[in-house]
């Protein structure tokens, strides 16, 4: 099953769920906000394999915005670091960020269990989109495991 919005805050509280930092204002119905790292990984090449290490390098998220090209995978993280030894996390993105062709989980929205720490972000857009560091990017949702 999935928390509600108040089961996420009894159980930060309770230090079952982790988030930091954590902000009452990202709280939703029955998920919470995050928001993009100021930091990106790219592809160096244009063509990956599979068998190889693929080299990248890193951009800095200026405040000014840093536009994301269609053609590229950018890889990100969130700002906050998530996870729980109880919970199972789904991280997936906000209508908001989908009305604007972004996705920013192509594939693994699920977390393990007990991995807590920054979500890594598989970021794509379907057209040139300018983004800024510490957006509200995407939301997590918890739920319940069963044994």
Same mark, same amino acid.
């Given at each position: ?59 800095? &998220?200026?405040?000014?915005? =840093? !536009? +994301? ?5 950018? $890889? ?5 670091? %998530? #996870? ?31 991995? &807590?720490?920054?979500?890594? =972000? !598989? +970021? ?5 989109? $300018? ?5 509200? %990017? #995407? ?9």
């Amino acid at each position: 099953m999935i928390l509600t919005g108040e089961k996420i805050t009894e159980e930060v509280n309770n230090k079952k769920i982790i988030i930091t930092p954590f902000n009452k204002e990202d709280l939703n119905t029955n998920s919470y906000d995050f928001h993009l790292s100021n930091r990106l990984l790219v592809y160096k090449s244009n063509e990956l394999d599979f068998r190889e290490n693929n080299p990248t390098e890193e951009l800095i &998220i200026p405040k000014e915005g =840093l !536009t +994301l090209s269609p053609d590229k995978i950018y $890889i990100g993280q969130t700002a906050e670091t %998530i #996870g729980s030894k109880y919970y199972v996390p789904i991280i997936r993105g906000r209508s908001s960020t989908g009305r604007l062709g972004l996705y920013i989980n192509i594939t693994s929205d699920l977390k393990d269990l007990g991995d &807590i720490s920054p979500c890594e =972000l !598989t +970021l794509h857009v379907v057209e040139p989109l $300018i983004i800024y560091p510490n957006i509200k %990017i #995407g939301q997590v949702t918890f739920w319940t495991i069963e044994d």
